[in-house]
């Protein structure tokens, strides 16, 4: 009798183990080498604008240049070419040209680097109660009372009208003060207590104290308020009148931490998805010679609030900066060819999935969930209830994925984001699935997504960094 088998195999049942019991000891200390790296890179990059900017440091020190530079056509792109393009100083587009012609598609790891915070309106600055403060709008899906007693940073930039930018970060240096949003003691509570977790924090509540000490000028009116102002025009020049053309955000203040008494795992703010902005980035990076296929790592904006605006992955500059690239590498550029490129690409989308919790069982179906430390995890879809809002990858491209992470040695398991019509939630894969290539999510599993303070596994970050790097030098079948 026939068998539609390749070949008799020993080992016919599917199970995933914790990567620890596979993972050899010198690889072990590369996934420790990488997890420090990485720290330091998190601990430096708590909004879009800085891990924009310590990725163009990353890849300027790699040998990569601006593809600005090129634009007007004179020099052409060879293979082995390095290059990058920023979008506004938060989106960012690295690339490696490889041996085939663009019009084969490229290999293109695509994260973004926004992560759910609370922003400073435009008018913020206020006195009430002896105190000034400054009211906010959060960013993103968080659940607000997290936010509430703890230390806060405030990171930004005001921006003049003459063009001037001036960069603040208050909160980060040990020396410097923190910043902090109150709650209700629970002596005060009953009725705080009778509503939802939803309802408990409402958001124009979110407000942020950051002084109480009044001006000794007795005519002055909001004596407290002023005295604020006046300590920012004496520190940064700026006036009242600057926070209109101004990005501040509010983040959790201080460096992510080993965590565990084995100190297995990294508890931070914005792992999501600065995690695997990383890895992709570093893994572009350490591309030893010319890839088959051209390598890109994309680093979008506003995936949080879904993708908009001239920063996230919904506007053009994907596929603008893929026209200048082709533009470069060929004598005659068409839109016939632009749009072979993009339908020929494979994509990974590199974000965050959730670790199954044994706190919260319930919410998972554990045979589908991800482990902690069980490796990066490959998602085949994501949405919510009928799958809406996924682009529900191959199966075919599913086998390619397999093919190249089992030919690597990456330590790789398969998630979902709950059980079904438990909740869902939606990545940049639809975005790119749009222009026919194949597109795939994968990335690391986190316990406490949204939170202030996220957790990841060391091994699933290394194996995430991993399979990127893969992904991006492998050929294709």
């Not at 124009?204 to 102002?229: A, T, Y």
């Not at 994309?298 to 596929?319: H, P, Q, R, Y």
């Not at 809002?389 to 030919?407: L, P, T």
Request: charged share 25%; hydrophobic share 40%; with cysteine.
């Amino acid at each position: 009798m026939k068998t539609l088998a390749e070949k008799p195999s020993k080992n016919i049942a599917y199970a995933h183990k914790n990567g620890y019991e596979i993972i050899s000891a010198a690889e072990a200390k590369l996934m420790e080498a990488f997890n420090k790296l990485y720290l330091d890179f998190l601990s430096d990059s708590k909004t879009e604008r800085e891990a924009h900017d310590k990725g163009v440091n990353l890849l300027e020190a790699s040998g990569f240049k601006d593809l600005v530079k090129f634009e007007n056509g004179r020099i052409k792109l060879a293979p082995g070419d390095r290059v990058y393009k920023s979008c506004a100083g938060k989106t960012l587009m690295a690339v490696i040209i490889g041996k085939k012609p663009l019009e084969a598609g490229m290999h293109i790891v695509g994260a973004h680097t926004d992560a759910p915070r609370i922003d400073i309106k435009q008018n913020p600055l206020y006195e009430n109660g002896d105190m000034a403060l400054l009211d906010t709008h959060y960013y993103g899906g968080i659940k607000k009372y997290q936010w509430v007693t703890i230390p806060l940073a405030l990171h930004g930039v005001f921006v003049k009208p003459n063009g001037k930018t001036i960069t603040i970060t208050i909160g980060e240096d040990p020396s410097d003060p923190v910043l902090c949003i109150t709650d209700l003691l629970p002596h005060l509570s009953a009725d705080q207590n009778k509503k939802t977790l939803s309802e408990g924090i409402e958001g124009e509540n979110l407000d942020v104290i950051v002084g109480s000490v009044p001006v000794s000028e007795k005519s002055r009116k909001e004596k407290i308020k002023h005295n604020i102002l006046q300590l920012l025009h004496d520190k940064y020049g700026v006036t009242e009148e600057d926070f209109l053309s101004a990005e501040l955000e509010l983040v959790p203040a201080g460096r992510p931490r080993e965590a565990g008494l084995d100190r297995s795992m990294i508890l931070g703010y914005g792992q999501d998805d600065r995690v695997c902005a990383y890895a992709g980035l570093k893994a572009l990076v350490d591309i030893k010679g010319i890839p088959e296929y051209t390598a890109s790592v994309l680093l979008c904006d506003k995936e949080e609030i879904g993708s908009v605006g001239a920063t996230g992955m919904a506007s053009n500059f994907f596929e603008n900066t893929s026209a200048e690239l082709l533009n470069l590498t060929t004598d005659s550029y068409n839109e016939l060819t632009l749009k072979r490129a993009l339908n020929n690409s494979w994509m990974i989308s590199a974000d965050v999935n959730a670790l199954f919790d044994p706190l919260y069982a319930s919410v998972s179906e554990k045979k589908n969930s991800a482990i902690l430390n069980h490796g990066v995890c490959l998602s085949k879809y994501g949405g919510s209830r009928g799958k809406s809002g996924s682009s529900d990858a191959s199966a075919e491209f599913v086998a390619e994925i397999r093919r190249i992470f089992d030919k690597a040695g990456v330590i790789w398991q398969t998630g979902e984001l709950g059980k079904v019509d438990q909740g869902g939630g939606g990545t940049i894969a639809w975005l790119m699935a749009r222009y026919g290539m194949h597109v795939v999510d994968c990335g690391v599993g986190l316990l406490s997504m949204h939170s202030p303070m996220e957790l990841a596994g060391k091994l699933d970050i290394f194996m995430a960094y991993k399979a990127y790097l893969a992904f991006l030098k492998d050929g294709r079948k």
